[in-house]
């Protein structure tokens, strides 16, 4: 009798016909796998190109009058979560049409998938005779068109059922879909409940709070602190919900005063149903996006390359300069071809042989195949405002105050790691915020006294991959309680 209880019935070496099949297989697979990678289809690098895609960097519109036109492009940050509005293109919804999902997503700037366009809807008259958007107008909300190849995809909902709802909280569902049909209609009311009614019709400024109800519904588009994890990270879930205040709405008070009184509209809100407006600060932040996908001249690669960098978070350009350190055997701050292009794909930039020989070959000057990769990091690096340098001072003053001496154990015993925006947000653990933080430090004696310049330059990297003034300031005074 057989017994087939043995962990194998043959061993590695056992010869089936003229050949040993497993060796085959082994082999097959290996082959397999060095194609695949030689032309980029291995799992990893397509997931990696993908999110690469995802996050290129877009153009805000800036507001000349301080309202909100059709046609701007602009991000939507919910007071809740703290995280802007985001398509997941990777993430195709299971039903009959192409439909994507939609999350919040902490950003520290605009990308093609947290960049929305404000469009009219046309099938309605507009009763105002002006691009502007006017609260109680109703309008539909688009994904900005290179996340999809010029397609176009609206922000919609439908009434929830058992079948179609909110993958975890089981609400009415928000994806962006690409039918244009009234079920991606939405209109704005404002915030406060003491002005929702008089501020109908009147034009919507960009740093009004808002609320932004689903027009078939009747609900309000809402963020929770519901994680839902992606390809892009621990991200929150989306979905139509009203949040309304139980108290009392007064209205008896109201309607003594004069004011026309209706119950539901004078209840206070909560923050998962806020909406604030994010767009440019600046004139120089509204650019043509057509030069991000346009790779033929090293201008236009080198703002992809920063785009990939700042994408990595706040110490995207520290790692980058840690890995041209450590392949710095020889300590003079030069690197050649190879170790530049193995450098880049370390540190997770996505981009071909020929990009990657462009840019080399602009840094290297006297063409003697190296590289000062100090030279190539400062075309990233950005001069501090007054404002970021002021915090970085006081940082180091109360560093130096406390401590009597600014060095890396100092600073490890200083930290404070709880309050760090990560952290508060559950996007990382406090372990991991202090890991980050020690690890982008050059390797260096930790009982060795740190100057202020070599605390100025960290901190020049930090804020060179932080665009928002008020992210920057909030990394430094929760992180030294300032």
Known sequence: MHNYNVDHKYKFQTRIGNWFEEWELDETKKKDYLKNRQNGQLASIVKDTKTNFSLRLASLSFPQDDYIHFGFHLMLQNLKTLGFLSIDIQERLKIGEEAYNITTAQSTQPTVRSVFVIIPYTKEPNYYGDDVLHYGQQFRIVANPRIS??????????????????????????????SDVFNAVWKLEHADPKIRFEMEGQPVRSDDTVLIKHSFTQHWLASDDIVYQNDFGREREVFVHSYQCLNKTQNLIAEKEGRTTIDIPLRNQEPQNLWKFQVARNQNEQFDESVMDDNRNVKNLMIRVKQQITGKGAYGLRGLAKIFLEMDQNNNGVVEYNDFKWGLRNFGLTLSEDETKMIFQTFDKNGNGKIEFNE???????????????????????????????????????????????????????????????????????????????????????????????????????????
């Not at 439908?158 to 975890?168: D, V």
């Not at 330059?457 to 991959?465: K, L, P, T």
């Open 376 to 482: 190539f990091l400062d075309a990233f690096r950005l001069q501090m405002s007054d404002k970021r340098l002021y915090y970085v001072q006081r940082a180091y003053a109360s560093i130096e105050q406390k401590a009597g001496k600014v060095t890396l154990e100092t600073m490890g015993r200083l930290i404070n790691v709880k309050e760090h925006p990560d952290v508060l947000k559950g996007y990382k653990t406090e372990r991991q915020v202090f890991q980050d933080f020690v690890s982008h430090w050059n390797k260096t004696n930790p009982d060795r006294v740190i100057p202020f310049q070599e605390f100025g330059e960290f901190y020049q990297d930090v804020s060179s991959s932080v665009q928002q003034d008020e992210t920057f300031e909030a990394i430094l005074k929760k992180s030294w309680n300032l």
């Open 149 to 178: 190849n010029n397609k176009t995809f609206y922000l919609h909902s439908l009434p929830q059922t058992p079948t179609r709802c909110a993958k975890i909280s089981r609400k009415q569902e928000v994806c962006a879909i690409e």
